[in-house]
């Protein structure tokens, strides 16, 4: 089985478009007049996340930032026999140490290449996420459609106090086209929460826990070889040695299984057929489309980007650098970071209810500020996909 990372076209890394605004003023009054007075569906990227100490992919030029990226295909972890049990090993190993809390962001750049997607279970939603919610709240963005598996548009609304009761309802229109990583399933479909799965790995693997533990404790990162693997052969413990807990439910009815998966989309992996069409619905719903951090290089993506072009909806594109509508006749784009204006936006769109009413305010104090650090790894770009 031959499976391809999605990448952006050769032609348009090469391009030199330069039509895009790229300054802060002329950006924030462009981005207020379009989700002004519209009923705005929303598409968002791991640009969005960056601000939380989330890394994007792909750097400022398109290409992966991280030279050893190197996902796991979904055929791969649910491949039942030995070598996807090696497979599986490796990924919730890394998903083991990746959780401890302060452990977290230091080894996320490490370890990201087994990962596929990244996973912070301590993010925080950032200012772009807070201003997304402000106009959420006050129904200028009807719905979000996110590529992100982090969580954090949900947590924004969660984490705003004076929101309260109408968090639930807002959060119900934010779809994960990707799936997110607070869930986990057995090959069978019995469901479990992230949290409650680390409790088995933890307890079924005490030698790795400590392993994490001491990692955290003397604020080390792991030794890593050339292939981006961490080194473990001088710890005396080996990868076989790592057990993944069989599920609970399939073994009521006697059968033993191993093969656990987050939800998430793998590469090579289809998206369920119910998140497609309710994508391609909120698109149909809408009067406009806003497009955010994203490159649009999967196409599960890019074809919603089609569906509006194809429907003569105003398309709206803020990302920084290259992305694959980059010159498409109706798509304006936008070439600044949405943590620089996002939040003046959701001010000038929301008006003089953003100084009175107590949700918009608190949302508009909200939000870290808290990008990852430089890092070896990613100051030498090349091309993977
Ligand atoms: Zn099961």
Request: with cysteine; charged share 25%.
């Amino acid at each position: 089985m031959r499976v391809s990372v999605p990448g952006i076209p050769q032609a348009i890394l090469d391009a030199k478009h330069d039509l895009s605004i790229k300054s802060i003023s002329e950006a924030t009054k462009r981005l207020a007049e379009f989700i002004g007075g519209a009923n705005v569906t929303l598409l968002t990227g791991a640009g969005v996340s960056v601000d939380s100490g989330i890394r994007a992919y792909r750097g400022e030029d398109g290409r992966y930032m991280n030279p050893n990226y190197k996902p796991i295909f979904y055929h791969e972890l649910m491949d039942s026999t030995e070598k996807g049990q090696a497979y599986r090993r490796r990924y919730w190993l890394y998903f083991l140490i990746l959780s401890r809390k302060q452990n977290a962001q230091k080894l996320h750049s490490r370890l990201r290449s087994y990962l596929g997607y990244p996973s912070v279970r301590d993010a925080l939603p950032n200012t772009t996420h807070f201003s997304l919610a402000a106009l959420q709240h006050t129904s200028h963005i009807s719905h979000i459609i996110t590529q992100n598996v982090d969580g954090l548009h949900h947590k924004a609304l969660r984490n705003s106090a004076s929101l309260s009761g109408a968090a639930a309802r807002l959060q119900d229109n934010i779809l994960e086209l990707h799936g997110t990583l607070h869930r986990v399933h057995c090959s069978s479909g019995h469901k479990v929460d992230r949290d409650t799965f680390q409790d088995w790995l933890s307890a079924a693997n005490p030698e790795w826990r400590q392993y994490a533990e001491d990692l955290e404790r003397t604020g080390t990162q792991p030794r890593t070889n050339p292939d981006g693997d961490v080194a473990i052969e001088h710890l005396g413990i080996s990868y076989s040695n790592f057990v993944i807990p069989e599920c609970p439910q399939c073994m009521l009815g006697d059968h033993i299984n191993p093969v656990h998966k987050p939800g998430v989309i793998f590469f090579g992996e289809s998206i369920p057929s119910a998140t497609k069409e309710r994508s391609f619905r909120e698109v149909e719903a809408s009067d406009k489309f806003l497009i955010m951090g994203t490159t649009l290089a999967t196409y599960s993506a890019f074809r919603l980007v089609k569906h509006a072009l194809e429907l003569k909806k105003p398309i709206m594109l803020l990302n920084v650098g290259p992305t694959r509508a980059d010159g498409l006749p109706g798509v304006e784009k936008i070439d600044v970071p949405s943590g620089a204006v996002m939040r003046q936006v959701a001010k000038e769109v929301i008006g003089t209810r953003a100084g009175m009413d107590p949700v918009i305010i608190e949302m508009l104090e909200s939000g870290t500020e808290n990008p990852p650090p430089p890092d070896d790894d990613d100051r030498a770009p090349r091309a993977a996909g």
